[in-house]
């Protein structure tokens, strides 16, 4: 019998990551074979994280420019993922997230008449503007696809009010939390002694990362002055800040930070080198979805950079407190969490409202069901 072939989309450094359990899955299955198709929006970090997961084999199509425009990327994923889609016959694509990858690659699957199958399905803030574009693809890509993956129940009931069939909603749990299990016991504590120097790894990390399109400029700047002065005022305390490659995200940290000695800049970590800072950290200041994701998964208290989170479930969790990106009150939640003994434990609460760690069995089950009705 002929295995059903299922095109894996992967851009960026997250989808990567969150594919990877899935394909891991798809390789195993007896009806299904994956052909991954990496896009390379990201090439640098996301040919990292492949490695990272041992993933070899995939087609690469090479979009990446420096400072690519929205219009830009645009443009060269729907010419490339049209055309792989000509060559490449395939019996269903999945997409993941929120990405202009994510959402070429479910147009033109589209166009080409494939199935869709939507990874991460159904988060949203309810504004279009924020994050930008995410909100826009993501809500996209709900009308586009045949099956709705969705992490949580949150996920699932707004997918059904926006009128999506209930029978193409499937709740699967967050594959992030696949790979986060399958990564950490490959992490090591050697990793982050190797980073940061033995000494300061066992003394009080902090871990920071930031890179959304709405937060460049002056917003990212008041982000890095808030570092700057948490990192003066407790110097025995460590930050570790892999800075993202967007030229617009070093433009706004690299010259507030670079000389601050309790400041470890550095280039993007491998995932389990990351993974190893995570959980040796006290808390964490990130904009990052994935990162607010693993953190709650973790334990680890979240100070998000953001008016706004398409992740509730982690505010409802105690874990993500809201900050955006006003210097005065990153500095004042960071000093809660330093300071106050009780506030900082009451944020410590593992929880696995995004995911159990078998998402992507259950994303495959479906597949393999589907595909063979
Ligand atoms: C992209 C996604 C965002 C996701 C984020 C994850 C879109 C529109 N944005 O944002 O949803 O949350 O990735 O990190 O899909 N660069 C490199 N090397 C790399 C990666 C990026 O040099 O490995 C530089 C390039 O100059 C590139 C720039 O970063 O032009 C911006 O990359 P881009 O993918 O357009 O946007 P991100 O801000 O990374
Ligand atoms: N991450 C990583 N190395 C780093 C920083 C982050 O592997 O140096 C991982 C992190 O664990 C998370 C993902 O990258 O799974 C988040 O990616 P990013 O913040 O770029 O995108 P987002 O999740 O905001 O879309």
Same mark, same amino acid.
């Given at each position: ?24 899955? =798809?390789?195993? +299955? ?7 198709? %990496? ?27 420096? +400072? ?15 055309? !792989? ?13 929120? #990405? ?9 699957? !589209?166009?080409?008449?494939? @199935? ?16 930008? @574009?995410?909100?826009?693809?993501? #809500? ?15 996920? $699932? ?12 909603? *499937? ?51 008041? $982000? ?18 892999? $800075? ?26 491998? *995932?389990?080198? !990351?993974?190893? %800072?995570?959980?040796?950290?006290? !808390? $964490?200041? +990130? ?8 953190? /709650?998964? =973790? ?20 874990? =993500?407190?809201?900050?955006? /990106? ?12 330093? /300071? ?34």
């Amino acid at each position: 019998m002929r295995k059903s072939r299922v095109a894996v989309i992967v851009g960026t450094r997250p989808e990567a990551i969150k594919m990877a359990p899935v394909l891991r899955a =798809l390789a195993g +299955s007896r009806s299904l074979e994956p052909m991954t198709v %990496c896009t390379s929006q990201h090439r640098h970090m996301v040919h990292q994280i492949l490695r990272s997961f041992g993933i070899r084999h995939y087609y690469d199509l090479n979009v990446m420019r420096k +400072s690519q425009t929205l219009w830009d990327l645009s443009g060269r994923l729907a010419t490339k993922l049209g055309r !792989f889609f000509d060559q490449n016959p395939a019996d269903a694509v999945l997409v993941q997230g929120d #990405t202009s990858s994510a959402l070429f690659g479910g147009l033109c699957a !589209f166009y080409h008449k494939i @199935p869709v199958g939507h990874v991460e399905a159904g988060l949203r803030t309810g504004n279009p503007h924020f994050p930008f @574009p995410e909100e826009m693809n993501r #809500t996209l890509l709900g009308s586009i696809a045949t099956w709705h993956f969705a992490p949580t129940r949150d996920a $699932v009931g707004r997918l059904k009010n926006e009128g999506v069939a209930g029978t193409s909603i *499937y709740l699967t749990g967050n594959t992030v939390v696949d790979a986060l299990r399958w990564m950490a016991p490959r992490c090591s504590d050697r990793l982050l002694k190797r980073l940061v120097g033995a000494q300061r790894a066992r003394g009080r990390l902090i871990v920071v990362t930031c890179h959304r399109r709405e937060s460049h400029g002056a917003p990212m700047r008041s $982000v890095a002055e808030a570092i700057a002065e948490i990192a003066g005022r407790w110097p025995e305390v460590t930050i570790v800040f892999p $800075v993202h490659p967007n030229p617009a995200v070093r433009l706004a940290v690299m010259p507030v930070l670079e000389t601050l000695p309790n400041v470890i800049l550095c280039e993007p970590l491998d *995932y389990d080198q !990351f993974l190893s %800072c995570l959980k040796h950290a006290c !808390f $964490v200041i +990130s904009d990052s979805g994935g990162v607010q994701e693993e953190a /709650t998964a =973790l334990g680890k208290p979240v100070l998000v950079l953001r008016d706004e989170t398409e992740r509730q479930e982690g505010v409802k969790a105690g874990a =993500l407190k809201l900050v955006g /990106t006003n210097k005065t009150r990153i500095i004042r939640e960071s000093q809660r969490l330093l /300071t106050d003994r009780r506030a900082y434990q009451q944020m410590c609460r593992a929880s696995n409202v995004f995911g159990d760690g078998e998402a992507a069995r259950r994303i495959v089950n479906i597949l393999e069901r589907s595909l063979r009705a």
